[in-house]
Every structure is written in structure tokens, then in C-alpha cells.
Nanobody, 123 residues
Framework: QVQLVESGGGLVQAGDSLRLSCAASGRTFSSYAMGWFRQAPGKEREFVAA????????YYADSVKGRFSISRDNAKNTVYLQMNSLKPEDTAVYYC????????????????WGQGTQVTVSS
């Protein structure tokens, strides 16, 4: 089992950058594929980015491709989401998630979730 805690959210202006972090408990972090999802008010939680256990495979939603970058540091049990050129439509609660095994973009296949961190982008 793994516990996840996100941090790094906040209020920024359009065009700014933020880096989210997700710290995981346990000694088997490298056994989990990690994903970032987000949920805006009144909308379903959607996929943002995912990274495989050793970082060799990475996937992005089309809406963030070229602006967001996911990475992980297995020595620190942490996954990151670097968000550049932020837009008002990026406003959402951002969640990190973990699943044992292969990396996927399907929300329902992730077993463990953090509590989320709010990102608000003003125009």
C-alpha cells in the first residue's frame, strides 16, 4: 500500500509556471506507475500525465502536451508535474495516483490517490 501527499498548488496568473510534487510513503515507490489527474468544478476527473515505474515511458493528455512535464525521483519517493504556460482552463484540483505495474492513462485503473492540491489560474 502507498500513501500520497500532493503539494505545490496555488494561485497564479495566465502564463506563469508551477511545479507540483507528490510524496509517497513506503519503500516500494519504484514498483508503482504514477499519474496526475485533475478535476475542475462540475467536471469529471481527467487524465493529465503518467510515468512508468522507472520513467522510461511517459504519456500526456493532448491539452497539456508541450506545456506540462512529468518526472519522478525514485530515491526521494516523489513524482513531479512541472506546469508551464498555464491557462485559466488549467484551473482544477490536481491529484496524483499510483498503480502497481504498467503505466496507463485510465483513471479507474489507479489504486491509490492523494487528497489533491488546488491550482487556480487567473486571466
Amino acid at each position: 500500500q502507498v500513501q500520497l501527499v500532493e503539494s505545490g498548488g496555488g494561485l497564479v496568473q495566465a502564463g506563469d509556471s508551477l511545479r507540483l510534487s507528490c510524496a509517497a510513503s513506503g519503500r516500494t515507490f519504484s514498483s508503482y506507475a504514477m499519474g496526475w489527474f485533475r478535476q475542475a468544478p462540475g467536471k469529471e476527473r481527467e487524465f493529465v500525465a503518467a510515468i512508468s515505474r522507472r520513467g522510461g515511458s511517459i504519456y500526456y493528455a493532448d491539452s497539456v502536451k508541450g506545456r506540462f512535464s512529468i518526472s519522478r525521483d525514485n530515491a526521494k519517493n516523489t513524482v513531479y508535474l512541472q506546469m508551464n504556460s498555464l491557462k485559466p482552463e488549467d484551473t482544477a484540483v490536481y491529484y496524483c495516483a499510483a498503480r502497481p505495474g504498467e503505466v496507463v492513462s485510465t483513471r479507474a485503473l489507479y489504486n491509490y490517490w492523494g487528497q489533491g492540491t488546488q491550482v487556480t489560474v487567473s486571466s
